[in-house]
């Protein structure tokens, strides 16, 4: 009698015809090589992983802009040679897009003529920060010592000196002053003298001969419109804009003074800028803080 496992069906069986096992099935199902999942199972999964994570380049960080403070611990600068060699900063640019350096120079102008304002009621600095994003200029720490870029990711770098004056500047102009006084022996009498005339200018009451006063168009921004006043050679340009906003019945708004796409300095006079009899400069109008 035959033993009952040699039988040829049967779970245990080893010959054909047995009932499956699940032993026998392969391991790794085989799947063609050439097959879409084989050859993206093949890849790398960190370099998937880069590639999915990996951002636009061409985007810069740009924080708001903000002022920076130093002091000259190498070098004396003196208010005129400070102005001197900013000239010539940005008359030697030759890297990058010349519109960004105008740019950038008319939005310094602005924190220039406006330093010293307290933090919370800049409106120069607010001023500048329009300027710059009208051009989409990019600041990575909102400090331009640090450079901006430009749409097209072009780096400008900008010495400290540029961005703002020291601390510890000598004002030259204080000092002659004070010489001429001390050589006629009233010194108090030359600086009240000086304060004098100053804040007259900046109200545009200073006392001029009429033989030195020109008449300057100015074109208003906000409409288009042009306005004609009469100020003095030696006037600021400080108080043609106070000229302006009274012929224009604009007191109520901030105007800046440009010239052939530079914003003037509001403590100089159109000629030493350039302004020549007969052109036309522009009145970009700002409303004040409320």
Not at 3 to 13: I, L, T
Request: charged share 30%; hydrophobic share 30%; with cysteine.
């Amino acid at each position: 009698m035959g033993c009952c496992v040699s039988r040829s069906s049967g779970p245990n069986s080893p010959y054909p015809g047995g009932a499956p096992n699940a032993s026998a099935r392969p391991i790794n199902p085989s799947s063609p090589l050439n097959s879409p999942e084989s050859t993206h199972s093949s890849r790398n999964p960190a370099t998937r992983r880069r590639h999915r994570d990996q951002g636009p380049l061409d985007q810069h960080i740009d924080k708001p802009l903000r002022r920076h403070q130093w002091t000259s611990r190498d070098r004396r600068w003196t208010r005129r040679r400070l102005d001197h060699e900013r000239a010539d900063f940005f008359d030697t640019r030759v890297t990058g897009r010349p519109e960004i350096w105008q740019t950038v120079h008319a939005a310094l102008q602005v924190m220039w003529d406006s330093a010293g304002q307290d933090d919370q009621d800049d409106e120069g600095l607010a001023t500048a920060q329009t300027i710059l994003s009208a051009a989409e200029i990019s600041l990575p720490s909102g400090n331009l010592v640090n450079g901006v870029y430009d749409s097209l990711g072009n780096y400008y770098q900008i010495p400290e000196w540029v961005v703002c004056d020291p601390d510890n500047l000598v004002e030259e102009d204080r000092l002659d002053v004070k010489v001429n006084a001390s050589n006629t022996g009233d010194e108090t009498a030359g600086e009240d003298d000086e304060d004098l005339k100053k804040r007259r200018e900046d109200r545009g009451k200073a006392v001029v001969d009429v033989r030195e006063q020109i008449a300057v168009r100015a074109r208003l921004s906000e409409n288009g419109r042009d306005v004609v006043v009469n100020i003095s050679k030696q006037d600021t340009v400080k108080t043609l804009s106070h000229r302006v906003a009274e012929e224009a019945r604009m007191l109520d708004k901030r105007i800046r003074m440009a010239y052939m796409g530079k914003m003037l300095k509001e403590n100089a006079s159109l000629e030493s800028q350039g302004w020549q009899v007969g052109h036309v400069v522009n009145a970009l109008i700002f409303d004040t803080n409320p």
